[in-house]
C-alpha cells in the first residue's frame, strides 16, 4: 500500500499498482509455462480442474480448495466481495481503513483486559468527537484542552494494547506472507502454513472476522494519511492518476480514489468502520480459496466447525452506478514539479466480457516489455519516450473500466511527439493485420505469464478466488487461456476500431511547473 518513488517504467508502474488490481500477465515464464504449447495447455489445465473442490456453507461462505501434495505448505486467501467503489459518498477510504483495522486483533487476541480497554476506547471516541466540535466552533481553548485529554487518553489504551498480536502468532507457527490488499474491487487477506496448521488458521481467520476489535483507530488514520501523501499529494504521477480517473470515469465509482479523499479519511469514525463491516463481512459475501497440502474432506469439516459460527446476513449492496457511454474526448492538464508524461485511456468492458481476451492481447501487443510496439516504436526508433508502457484493467476490471497507455517523454522530445507517435501505433491495429508471428509472440507471452502466475500456492489461490467472484465460476480462470489461444487477428481489427475512436479517449499531461 505504501508507495516507493521509482525510476521511469517501475516509478509510473508502482503508482498504478497501487490503485488497481493487474490480474497475473506480467513476469517471465517458468519452466512449466515455456513447454507449454496450445497443443499442450488442455492436458495442464485438466489436471489442475481435477484438483479443485469447491463447496458453500449453510450461512452462504463459499470455499475452492486445490490439492497441491508436493510440499508440506498450504496457502489461504480470504476474499471480501468489496473494495473502494462499495463507498458510500463522502467515506471513501473506509474499505483500506477497515483492511487496516483487521489485523488488530479481537476480544482476545491483542489486548491484556478487553473489558477495561473497550471502556478506553469509548471514552476516546467521546473526547474525538467533542474536538471535532470544538475545531469546527473554532473555539481554541476548548480544542487545547481536549487536545490534551484526547492524548492522555490515547496513552492509556495504547497500555491495553499487545502489538501485532495476530501477526506474531501467525509468525511463531510458521506461517509467512501474512499481507492483505484493497483495490476498486476487492479486499484480500493471505498468508502460507505449514500444512499441519490448517486447524490453526481455521481458528485465527474466523476470529478475526467474527469478533474484531478496531483498536488503535487513530492511530492507523495518522499512518493512512501519510500514505495518502506520499502516494499522491507529494506525488506527480499519483496526483495525475487521481485527476485522470476523475476525468475519464462521471458517474462510476472507479472515479475515485481507494485510498479516500483526505478529508473523508479525517471524518471517518470507529462506527464508520464497524458499520461497513457489518454490512459487507457477512458469510456471503467472503469467498475462501485454499491451495496446497490439504485433504477437502478435512477442510470441510473444520469450516463447518470454525466458520459455520457466523450469522447469515442479508445480501450486501451492489454497485449500480452505470458509467455512461463517452461521447467526446476530455482531457486533463496538470503543472507539476515533473517530468513530462502522457497518458491516454480508453473505456473497455469487464474482465467478464467475451472479448476480454481480445484486449489483453492487444494490451500486451502494444506495451508489454520490449518487444512489444510502444517500447520499440517510441523508446528505440523514434526516441521520443524513455518510457512507453500501459495495461488493460484500469483502475479494476469488475465492472467496465480503462486500457491506458503511458509515456515519459524524452529530454529531446516534446509532448506533442509522444501522442503522435502513440496515435500512429494505435492506428496501425485498426488498419493493418497483425501478423501471425507477433500474434504467436504475444500469445506465448501472455500465456506463460498467466501460468507462471499460477505455479505457487498463493498464485492459484488469489487467481481462482479473483475468477470466481468476478466472473462466476472459478473455471473461468483456465478458459481464458484457451480464449487467449483463439484470438485473431481479425478479432484484433475489430475490438481495435470499435475502441480507439475520439468519443471514447481521456487525455492526461504532466507539464513541467516551471
Given amino acids: 500500500m505504501v508507495i516507493n518513488v521509482l525510476k521511469l517504467s517501475r516509478f509510473i508502474g508502482s503508482v498504478i499498482s497501487l490503485l488497481c488490481l493487474v490480474l497475473f500477465l506480467g513476469g517471465n515464464a517458468s519452466a512449466l509455462a515455456q513447454s507449454a504449447s496450445s497443443d499442450g495447455i488442455t492436458p495442464y489445465l485438466n489436471r489442475a480442474i481435477e484438483r479443485v473442490t469447491e463447496f458453500t456453507l449453510d450461512n452462504g461462505m463459499k470455499f475452492i480448495i486445490m490439492e497441491n501434495h508436493d510440499a508440506p505448505v498450504v496457502s489461504f486467501v480470504t476474499y471480501a466481495d468489496v473494495g473502494g467503489a462499495n463507498e458510500p459518498d463522502g467515506k471513501t477510504g473506509v474499505a483500506h481503513f477497515l483492511e487496516h483495522l483487521a489485523f488488530k486483533g479481537t476480544t482476545k487476541i491483542g489486548t491484556t483486559n478487553y473489558e477495561q480497554e473497550q471502556e478506553t476506547l469509548n471514552r476516546l471516541d467521546q473526547v474525538f468527537g467533542q474536538l471535532k466540535a470544538a475545531k469546527k466552533a473554532g473555539n481554541e481553548e476548548e480544542v487545547k484542552q481536549l487536545t490534551e485529554t484526547f492524548e492522555k487518553v490515547q496513552v492509556e489504551a495504547a497500555d491495553y494494547v499487545q502489538q501485532n498480536a495476530f501477526g506474531r502468532i501467525v509468525e511463531t507457527a510458521g506461517g509467512v506472507n501474512i499481507n492483505a490488499t484493497t483495490s476498486a474491487d476487492a479486499t484480500r487477506y493471505f498468508y502460507s502454513f505449514p500444512s499441519n496448521k490448517l486447524e490453526l488458521w481455521m481458528s485465527l481467520e474466523s476470529e478475526r472476522f467474527l469478533d474484531p476489535v478496531f483498536r488503535e483507530f487513530y492511530k492507523e488514520q495518522s499512518i493512512i494519511l501519510e500514505e495518502r501523501r506520499l502516494r499522491t499529494e507529494n506525488n506527480p504521477i499519483g496526483t495525475m492518476v487521481e485527476a485522470f480517473l476523475d476525468t475519464a470515469f462521471t458517474e462510476h465509482p472507479y472515479k475515485r480514489p481507494t485510498i479516500g479523499y483526505n478529508e473523508d479519511i479525517r471524518n471517518l469514525t470507529r462506527e464508520d468502520i464497524r458499520d461497513f463491516f457489518n454490512i459487507y463481512y457477512g458469510p456471503n459475501n467472503l469467498t475462501i480459496a485454499i491451495v496446497g497440502d490439504v485433504q477437502p474432506e478435512q477442510v470441510k469439516q473444520l469450516a463447518e466447525v470454525y466458520f459455520g459460527r457466523y450469522e447469515e446476513k442479508p445480501a450486501p449492496p451492489k454497485v449500480t452506478e452505470i458509467e455512461p457511454k463517452q461521447e467526446e474526448s476530455r482531457e486533463v492538464t496538470l503543472k507539476l514539479a515533473s517530468q513530462p508524461w502522457y497518458l491516454e485511456g480508453y473505456h473497455v468492458p469487464a474482465l467478464s466480457h467475451p472479448d476480454s481476451a481480445i484486449y489483453q492481447v492487444i494490451s500486451t501487443l502494444l506495451s508489454s516489455g520490449r ?22 484493467g484500469f483502475p479494476a476490471n469488475k465492472y467496465p473500466n480503462l486500457m491506458l497507455f503511458y509515456a515519459q517523454t524524452s529530454p529531446n522530445a516534446s509532448i506533442e511527439d509522444v501522442a503522435t507517435a502513440l496515435s ?5 491495429l485498426k488498419t493493418e493485420p497483425v501478423f501471425e508471428q507477433e500474434l504467436q509472440r504475444v500469445k506465448n507471452q501472455l500465456r506463460a505469464g498467466l501460468l ?13 478466488v479473483e475468477y470466481e467472484v468476478k466472473t462466476g465460476s472459478w473455471r473461468n480462470l483456465f478458459d481464458q487461456l484457451q480464449a487467449i489461444e483463439s484470438v485473431t487477428s481479425a478479432d484484433i481489427q475489430r475490438v481495435a476500431q470499435a475502441t480507439f475512436i475520439p468519443e471514447n479517449l481521456t487525455i492526461g499531461r504532466i507539464l513541467p511547473k516551471s
Fill in 452 to 464: 507462471r502466475s499460477l505455479d505457487s500456492n498463493l498464485g492459484m489461490g488469489k487467481a481462482l
Fill in 371 to 392: 518487444t512489444s510496439r510502444l517500447y520499440k516504436s517510441l523508446v528505440e526508433e523514434q526516441q521520443v519516450a524513455l518510457v512507453a508502457q500501459g495495461f488493460n
Fill in 424 to 428: 500512429l501505433e494505435i492506428e496501425r
